[in-house]
């Protein structure tokens, strides 16, 4: 079986992705054929196009595709689907676009960020991340929070989820109370199909992250689709999930709180210490990194914390 009905109309494709659970979405209308992300290089082929055909359709009747955010499992599959849906509208936030549209452009602002921190992906990460992002692929256009998606007898609504990217999208089906949310809330972190605990949860702002988390416990949707994450059911495990994602802020911001000292320390040093008190993680660790420099900022931002240079990189210490 390579497609789960959560709901009437409403699809979970799922795999894997290394030792992680891996999902994209699928929402079904008389009209329109919407797709929720388009997975790595090869997840059309591999994954999607058998879960269609499940379903008596092809790639070429997919209509929309709503990519989530700018991280190559979500978008890598881009040019496969224009290769095989030609005539699909392909669209993201404006905010994402950029990355989503270049390589170079999100190898440079994305994941190169961390060079400039003396931070880095070792090259095996770096050689993967480049054959998942596959070819460069102009997107269609954008979405708006708000945007109503009508597909035919099922409408979702398109929801601004900003925190783990700037621009990240989810899509709502209200009547169902199904939230297309993808990687908005990262709980603890990503775990292995045996529920081990691997990879950190990256956001880039504390203040949206959190914004992000509060919208979808005012949202209280019945259940949470996401990508790396088996389908949350039931408006208790949802808050439990929301609960969990948002005591992983609180703590990583205590941690990095308490780490504050006299001393100017690079993001190395704290990135460390904060493995070590809420990790540690194995995979793709340095991507706790951003998380924790969004906290430094958040200390500077309240006077608890200060930013200077040091040996060219820059430090923090204790304001």
């Known amino acids: 079986m390579s497609i789960e009905e959560v709901q009437p109309r409403i699809y979970r494709i799922p795999s894997t992705l290394g030792p992680r659970r891996f999902a994209q979405w699928l929402v079904v209308g008389d009209d329109r054929l919407l797709l929720v992300d388009s997975g790595i290089d090869g997840t059309i082929a591999q994954h999607v196009t058998p879960a269609l055909a499940e379903l008596g359709r092809r790639p070429a009747q997919i209509t929309d595709v709503v990519v989530s955010h700018a991280d190559v499992d979500h978008y890598g599959g881009n040019g496969e689907l224009r290769q095989l849906a030609p005539d699909a509208c392909i669209r993201a936030s404006p905010h994402d676009r950029g990355w989503l549209e270049s390589w170079a452009v999100i190898s440079r602002e994305r994941y190169g960020w961390y060079r400039g921190y003396g931070l880095d992906y070792d090259d095996a990460t770096w050689a993967w991340l480049e054959r998942a992002a596959g070819p460069d692929t102009p997107l269609n256009g954008t979405l708006e929070d708000g945007e109503i998606l009508d597909l035919g007898g099922i409408e979702v609504e398109v929801l601004a989820l900003p ?3 700037p621009g990240h999208l989810g899509v709502v089906h209200r009547q169902s109370g199904t939230a ?4 908005a809330v990262l709980e603890r972190g990503l775990y292995t199909t045996r529920n081990e605990l691997i990879s950190p949860p990256p956001y880039g702002s504390v203040a949206a992250y959190r914004q992000t988390i509060e919208r ?4 209280a949707p019945e259940r949470l689709g996401t990508s790396h994450y088996a389908p949350i059911e039931g408006g208790r495990a949802v808050e439990q999930f929301l609960a969990a994602t948002a005591a992983f802020v609180d703590d990583l911001d205590a941690c990095v709180r308490s780490e504050l000292g006299s001393e100017l320390r690079p993001l190395e040093a704290y990135w460390r210490a904060a493995d070590a008190a809420v ?3 194995t995979e793709m660790a340095v991507e706790l990194a951003r998380s924790v420099a969004a906290h430094l900022d958040l200390a500077v931002e309240g006077g608890m914390a ?5 040996d060219g990189l820059a430090a923090w210490r204790a304001a």
């Open 216 to 219: 979808l416990r005012r949202l």
């Open 306 to 310: 200060v930013r200077r240079e040091r």
């Open 279 to 281: 990790g540690p993680f």
């Open 180 to 183: 297309i949310v993808m990687d």
């Open 163 to 165: 925190g783990h990217s």
